[in-house]
């Protein structure tokens, strides 16, 4: 049985391609879709345990699993999807496609993650202490990434793969950024945001990469099943969110935001006092690094000059 079949609302909204999910895809994507919502309210709940100018990494995280909530629970009820014509169509797969013709493409998928990895990427840069310009040039490669994810799903032919090189490129970018300049700043921080930074940072560098082989084989070279590319997706998504959100959150128990250079005011200082740009005159001088933490080249954990926020 479909899924359409169980849900009489895909008769009027839902588009049916030849290949879709089935009930267990559908069933499947609402416990992750469950699973997503218990976290966003565990992140809010904790952030009240903190004062307000330290839950920035709550927030990120609590932004990041209440939008894959939402697109869970389309994709579970089978909307934000299209069918799209297989480049290749394989009446008989071994694993589980056997359909000719279209394939459903969730197109939720890629306005969840279009909204949510820049997140994700934003809380390990912060925890970094990488400077804002190359926080803004990172979170373009990854906007490029995820829409040309996107524009590759949606295409027919074999120029679905030039799309998926160009992702692939930009999060090679992503990767790059985080091996090797984003560890540097890291470890001019030292202490607590460098044992965090390498932990979450290493956990989503290995996670993302597995992205694009899903890709590869669902979206792509329609090889698996869309039940089993809903498993292959949901469980990255669990680990790249509710799993690694856990972890960031936890490694900013002991770091503040002044020690990551970032500079978030308290209630009562909104009323009190004025914002002084004095205060934040940069050592090295305008035009470099603009108020960055590479600034703090003491090492160990002695905050780094701050940035307004
Ligand atoms: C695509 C296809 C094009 C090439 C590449 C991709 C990578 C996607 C990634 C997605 C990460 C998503 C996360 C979601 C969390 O819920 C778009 C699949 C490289 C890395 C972390």
């Known amino acids: 049985m479909t899924v359409s079949s169980a849900l009489n609302i895909n008769r ?23 699973l997503m919502g218990a976290c966003t309210l565990l992140f809010m709940g904790l952030s009240f345990m903190k004062p307000q100018s330290d839950r920035l990494f709550h927030y990120i995280m609590v932004g990041a699993t209440g939008v894959a909530c939402i697109a869970y629970f389309a994709m579970g009820s089978n909307l934000g999807q299209v069918p799209i014509q297989a480049e290749f169509v394989r009446p008989r797969s071994r694993w589980g496609v056997g359909a ?21 990427l934003l809380g390990v840069l912060l925890t970094a202490g990488v400077p804002t310009p190359t926080i803004l040039a990172t979170l373009l490669a990854d906007e490029i990434m995820i829409v ?23 999060l090679l970018f992503i990767v790059y950024e985080l091996l090797f300049d984003a ?91 004025k914002y002084n740009p004095s205060a934040d005159i940069h050592p090295e001088g305008p035009g470099e690094n603009v108020g960055g933490p590479a600034a703090n080249t003491t090492g160990g954990n002695t905050p780094a000059t701050p940035t307004h926020v």
């Not at 197109?107 to 820049?118: E, G, S």
């Not at 700043?185 to 030292?190: D, F, K, N, V």
Request: charged share 15%; aromatic share 14%; glycine share 12%.
């Open 12 to 34: 009027v909204v839902g588009q049916h391609a030849n290949l879709e999910i089935t009930t267990h895809g559908s069933n499947w994507y609402y416990a992750v879709c469950a």
């Open 100 to 120: 000719a013709g279209t394939r459903e493409i969730f197109y939720a998928r890629y306005i969840d993650w279009v909204i949510t990895t820049p997140l994700l």
């Open 148 to 170: 040309t994810g996107l524009i590759g799903a949606l295409t027919r032919t074999r120029f679905k793969w030039g799309f998926w090189a160009f992702g692939t490129a930009a």
């Open 183 to 273: 560890r540097r700043h890291a470890s001019t921080l030292g202490g607590a945001p460098k044992k965090t930074f390498m932990f979450c940072g290493s956990f989503l560098i290995f996670l993302w990469l597995l992205y694009p082989i899903a890709w590869g084989l669902s979206e792509g070279g329609n090889v698996i099943h869309p039940d089993g590319e809903a498993v292959f997706y949901g469980v990255l998504d669990i680990l790249a969110k509710p799993v690694f959100g856990l972890m960031l959150i936890l490694g900013h128990r002991k770091i503040s935001s002044s020690q990551l250079g970032l500079r978030i005011r308290n209630r009562s200082q909104t009323t009190s006092e």
